[in-house]
């Protein structure tokens, strides 16, 4: 984004900041009545939940979030889960009308980008420190994005997909809860073929929705432009309180609600609700429209009653502009993103570094990277720790792990998942690999299932996806060297221990992230939080950084008091700071002053006589003073090192 269209949006993104303030604080400010997640299981439903409940004083209290899996587990499609949404609201309120409702599909199994599986894309990183000082995540993009569309709209239902940011001035959403209305953005025609594109009518109204097609095809129905842009599909959408009603009607009676919402039929928001409100369809086409499952009798029935119930209505289309289109949609794409593209987005306050301690050129999320350790180029650490004497290679994606004195390879993901029984299972994998298909780092996996005299699958497509490639561990480093050996086991080096790998339990990309444990990832998302912020204290007193420019902390928390002891307890945390004592006081008088001291020792007796000296001055202004803690590492560093008695008092 540059010039105008990036001013324009930067300040719309700060009018919905404020608008999402307002929906915290203001009772009476318009906002949604409900917020609903669906999911693909209840084990994703769950950490749904988790997430909500972890940030939930970051959310209107007075908006109900709810997140519905997909029913018994299976997959029922984009539409089968909208019509979920409907059942659920039913089953609340008497009638839609009034009712204001954001629903974010966010059930895929995020097959392309595993490592956003367990908890699926919608809670996955984006390179954005929030005003507030946290952390942002695509839900928290989403959640003030659209704090501003209750006010455009009366009532209806807003429906968004989970793996894609919109960036766009919600005042000029114009809709008057007739129908339907899809919100589009122009994007570059190489951008539409992979994603869905809408032919403009003379009336304003959807002429037809075109589902990845070629360029080729785009151009000849006249769907591109002379700037070679398209109106491409967003996912986001926008249903009027008698839409809802309608689709309601598929489902009310129980047997309905069989026939529409299985895995057999499995309904798609997009081809299956979509195709009938286009000027230009007709019902022999909608029979030959790509399903999300397979082609079968009951898809073909349910098509013609979805037909005769949306067919009276129309799809008004919302050309937004200047607007932005962000698709999270493969690991190749973050990487580009993280490593260049997020420069774009600069304006918005985005950074290829945010709440990490990394020094150099190394795109973090909630990242720690060592400054004794070697780190390639195209590199991105996700919420992950990087110790000393670790090498890791070119463009490389670590997430959710811990690396301390290996080498990881070039062009590979590395990612770690707690599972439910304490396990630890090590993912690795290329960056290029898709895992809908059958290879990893470029080779067959049936000609490695037939070299190694294994079965990778047990009645599953032969797919990276499914296949059983990945050893239990029982700590995370284990799980970093089984993943290693998978590597050199894939790719036929000397080092390979073969037999280790055939012993060991093992599990799939999906099987893996079905036995997630959701408490897990978000309490190692909060230890990286404690360690961050500690290392960057660590960094900031070896290179003497001035206490003024340190984020202002009033006490540690356990995590961060584990860190301490532990170093307090290693000699060569003293002798890397031999220069002087150095005391930081992070934080203001008003905000419950505490004075973290660090001695440096040099010599013993200065130490001592320094800290005597900010205690003194501390008592003297009547400034609160610093916790036993800090009090007890003055005491025992003084002890340990030269014996000095510690006096307390001035």
Same mark, same amino acid.
């Given at each position: ?89 039913? !089953? ?23 490592? #956003? ?96 097609? !070629?360029?080729?095809?785009?151009? !000849? ?41 299985? @895995? ?22 909608? #029979? $030959? ?7 079968? &009798?009951?898809?073909? @029935? ?53 709440? /990490? ?27 992950? #720790? ?56 470029? $080779? ?95 960094? @900031?007193?070896?290179?003497?950084? &001035? ?17 301490? $002891? ?22 203001? &008088? ?35 003073? @610093? /916790? ?12 340990? /090192? ?9």
């Amino acid at each position: 984004m540059k010039n105008i269209p990036s001013l324009f949006l930067s300040q719309a993104y700060r009018d919905c900041w404020d608008d999402y303030n307002r929906s915290l604080k203001l009772k009476k400010f318009p906002r949604w009545d409900y917020v609903i997640l669906t999911a693909s299981n209840e084990q994703q439903a769950e950490g749904f939940r988790k997430h909500l409940e972890e940030r939930k004083s970051f959310l209107p209290k007075h908006t109900k979030f709810v997140a519905i899996p997909d029913r018994d587990g299976l997959r029922v499609g984009s539409g089968g889960a909208t019509l979920e949404v409907l059942k659920y609201l039913r !089953s609340k309120e008497e009638s839609f009308e009034k009712l204001r409702v954001l629903v974010i599909h966010s059930g895929g199994d995020s097959k392309r980008v595993p490592q #956003y599986s367990a908890l699926g894309k919608l809670f996955s990183p984006v390179p954005h420190k929030l005003p507030n000082g946290r952390n942002s995540t695509l839900f928290d993009e989403f959640m003030i994005c659209m704090s501003s569309v209750p006010s455009r709209i009366r009532e209806g239902m807003v429906l968004l997909s989970g793996d894609v940011l919109l960036l766009f001035n919600p005042l000029q959403i114009d809709y008057n809860n007739v129908g339907a209305a899809a919100i589009s953005f122009k994007e570059h025609v190489e951008t539409g073929k992979n994603h869905g594109v809408y032919l403009n009518g003379e009336n304003g109204n959807v002429k037809c929705c075109l589902q990845k097609k !070629s360029v080729e095809v785009l151009r !000849s129905v006249g769907a591109v432009n002379d700037s070679d842009c398209v109106d491409i599909d967003t996912g986001a959408l926008i249903f009027s309180t008698e839409m809802m009603e309608s689709l309601y009607s598929l489902i009310a009676a129980p047997e309905d609600y069989d026939r529409h919402v299985n @895995a057999k039929t499995r309904l798609s928001l997009y081809a299956d609700f979509l195709y009938p409100l286009a000027e230009d369809s007709t019902l022999e086409e909608f #029979y $030959k429209e790509k399903p999300e499952g397979e082609f079968c &009798p009951e898809l073909t @029935a349910a098509r013609e009653r979805v037909w005769n119930v949306l067919r009276p209505y129309r799809m008004k289309l919302l050309r937004l502009a200047p607007a932005k289109f962000i698709h999270f949609g493969t690991t190749r794409e973050i990487l580009g993103l993280m490593n260049g593209g997020v420069d774009e987005y600069k304006d918005l306050g985005w950074s290829r570094i945010v709440g /990490s301690s990394i020094k150099g050129d190394t795109a973090g999320y909630n990242s720690v990277l060592s400054s004794r350790s070697t780190i390639g180029e195209g590199c991105y650490l996700e919420i992950s #720790y990087v110790h000393r004497n670790s090498k890791i290679g070119d463009h490389c994606v670590l997430s959710y792990i811990e690396v301390s004195d290996r080498e990881i390879p070039d062009n590979v993901v590395l990612h770690g998942l707690k599972q439910r029984d304490g396990s630890f299972v090590v993912r690795i994998f290329g960056i290029g690999d898709n895992p809908k298909e059958n290879k990893l780092f470029g $080779k067959d996996l049936n000609e490695l299932e037939q070299k190694l005299g294994v079965r990778l699958w047990e009645n599953s497509a032969h797919s990276l996806w499914e296949a059983n490639l990945y050893a239990e561990a029982d700590n995370i480093q284990d799980g970093v060297d089984a993943a290693l050996n998978l590597y050199r086991i894939v790719n036929d080096e000397s080092a390979a221990d073969i037999e280790q790998w055939r012993n060991a339990e093992k599990k799939s990309l999906c099987s893996g992230f079905n036995a997630a444990d959701p408490d897990a990832i978000i309490a190692w998302n909060k230890r990286m939080e404690d360690l961050v912020a500690m290392d960057e204290i660590t960094k @900031a007193i070896r290179h003497k950084v &001035p206490a003024q420019k340190l984020q202002k902390r009033t006490t540690l928390t356990k995590i961060q008091r584990e860190w301490l $002891k532990k170093r307090l307890d290693k000699s060569d945390f003293v002798e890397r700071f031999p220069e002087l004592s150095l005391f930081y006081r992070l934080s203001s &008088p008003l905000d419950s002053e505490m004075i973290c001291i660090f001695p440096y020792f040099c010599p013993c007796e200065e130490s001592a006589r320094e800290i005597r000296e900010i205690l003194c001055q501390s008592m003297q202004e009547k400034l609160p003073v @610093a /916790s036993s803690l800090y009090l007890s590492i003055a005491r025992y560093f003084i002890k340990k /090192s030269c014996g000095i008695p510690f006096s307390f008092s001035c």
